[in-house]
């Protein structure tokens, strides 16, 4: 049986097009990430806009935004997931530019899929059970 990764179709023009539409979204969320002196000051969860109470993501945007800005720690405390959430970006990111790699293939594969969804729900639930102030 072959390989998700090798049953990728051949590149059309309109599917070289998606890629580096793709790539240049990514690329500009890590840019304005970066560029960014601080986030704006407006709610961006609705779950807590609506319920006033915080979502197991709350967070998850400073802490993308912190990452990008080198702090770690203040990266954690915000919301793990952020870190999760950069990985399976910039690891998109490496299968749409280096996509014949052979370790590009083997983090394309569904197990990783599998241990990052894990990840995400595990820590995002632990997060929201901690008492997180989404603010």
Same mark, same amino acid.
């Given at each position: 049986?072959?390989?998700? &990764? +090798? ?5 059309? @023009?309109?599917?070289? #097009? %998606?890629?580096?539409? +793709?790539?240049?979204?990514? %690329? ?9 002196? &601080? ?9 807590? !806009? ?14 993308? !935004?912190? $990452? ?6 203040? &990266?954690? %405390?915000?919301?793990?997931?952020? *870190?999760? @959430? ?6 998109? $990111? ?11 293939? #083997?983090?394309?594969?569904?197990? @990783?899929?599998? @241990?990052?969804? %894990? ?14 102030? *989404?603010?």
């Amino acid at each position: 049986m072959p390989r998700v &990764s +090798e049953m990728r179709p051949a590149l059309s @023009v309109n599917n070289s #097009f %998606a890629i580096r539409l +793709e790539v240049c979204i990514i %690329a500009g969320v890590f840019v304005c990430f970066a560029l960014l002196p &601080s986030l704006p000051d407006i709610p961006l969860c609705p779950y807590a !806009w609506i319920t006033g109470k915080p979502c197991p993501t709350c967070g998850t945007t400073r802490a993308l !935004w912190n $990452l990008a800005h080198g702090r770690f720690a203040a &990266s954690l %405390a915000f919301n793990p997931i952020g *870190c999760i @959430v950069a990985f399976a970006l910039l690891r998109r $990111l490496a299968v749409l530019l280096l996509p014949n790699s052979r370790t590009i293939r #083997f983090i394309d594969g569904h197990g @990783v899929n599998v @241990v990052l969804l %894990a990840l995400y729900l595990v820590i995002g639930f632990m997060h929201f059970y901690s008492g997180a102030v *989404c603010k």
